[in-house]
């Protein structure tokens, strides 16, 4: 059976810092979210025109960064 997929949209500003991004947990801004997958999951990051991208990743593998950040963060 195939994992339930999940895409992380970024939306970049102008100067190239994140403005928005989605599934970012509670405690994080923006770009710390952003940096985060950057060095977790560079891999699976796709750049779309327009100042946008995106991260394509499974459920689980979302559960875990999310984890991992909190814990980094506390």
Same mark, same amino acid.
């Given at each position: 059976m195939d994992a339930e997929k999940v895409i992380i949209h970024a939306r970049f500003a102008p100067n190239g810092t994140i403005v928005e991004i989605s599934e970012r947990p509670a405690g994080l801004d923006p770009q710390d979210? *952003?940096?985060f997958l950057s060095?977790? &999951?560079a891999d699976t990051y796709q750049a779309? &025109? %327009?100042g946008r %991208?995106? *991260?394509r990743l499974d459920r689980a593998s979302v559960d875990a960064l999310k984890v991992e950040s &909190? &814990?980094? $963060? $506390?």
């Open positions: 979210w *952003f940096n060095y977790r &999951a779309l &025109a %327009g %991208g995106v *991260f &909190a &814990a980094k $963060a $506390a």
